[in-house]
């Protein structure tokens, strides 16, 4: 069973969230939390599989509660429920450990999926669709760290293709591989710069400069 927790400062939202997961037969819901303060509390306590965030809430924003569970509860996976698909707040949320986001009114099909999607370890956002929040919502750069410098130039042109959206198998056709290869060097590259996902890679790369279209 996959254990999911559902946080948002509107019961009726909360509610239908609710109904929705327990119809189906490999998710429950182990607790609603109405603000960012109880999720934490209900996550360390319930040490959920998912938790699915609203990023406007009293008391506790959705982001700030975000960093505190991913921090305290790796594990836990966190998808962030916004209104826009350009949204700043669903951007820092990534930034602070969020597997990606969807919008609230998302086919029903969608949210279930996004469910079982980062339960299974994947993201539920295109790499694409976070690189045009972090161009949008972009901030100063910083200095790459020397985990970077230790990528292989191979490593670095993967890299540098997964930053700019393109999915395993754009990849691997750009670089005559198999998909097999290229999942072998993105998960090369994801544990030697220490980032969760590919969502994480792109953040990473924007807010290092090392993006193509940012690089002077």
Not at 31 to 54: F, I, S, Y
């Amino acid at each position: 069973m996959i254990r999911v927790l559902i946080v948002d400062d509107q019961a009726l939202f909360r509610g239908g969230i609710r109904m929705l997961v327990e119809s189906q037969p490999d998710l429950v819901c182990v607790g609603e939390a109405a603000d960012g303060a109880q999720a934490v509390r209900l996550a360390e306590e319930q040490q959920p599989d998912v938790v699915l965030m609203d990023v406007r809430m009293p008391v506790l924003d959705g982001i700030s509660a975000t960093d505190r569970i991913v921090r305290a509860n790796p594990g836990i996976r966190v998808v962030v429920l916004t209104t826009f698909d350009l949204d700043e707040a669903a951007a820092r949320a990534i930034r602070v450990g969020a597997s990606g986001f969807i919008l609230k009114d998302a086919e029903p099909e969608l949210v279930l999926a996004a469910i079982r999607t980062v339960h299974a370890g994947n993201e539920v956002v295109a790499a694409s669709a976070t690189r045009a929040l972090f161009k949008a919502f972009g901030r100063q750069r910083r200095t790459a760290p020397a985990a970077f410098g230790e990528l292989t130039d191979r490593e670095r042109e993967i890299f540098a293709l997964a930053a700019k959206g393109l999915s395993n198998t754009e990849i691997a056709r750009s670089e005559f591989v198999s998909e097999a290869t290229v999942k072998t060097h993105i998960s090369r590259i994801l544990a030697k710069l220490g980032l969760r996902d590919r969502v994480q890679l792109v953040v990473f790369a924007y807010e290092h400069g090392l993006v193509g279209d940012q690089q002077a």
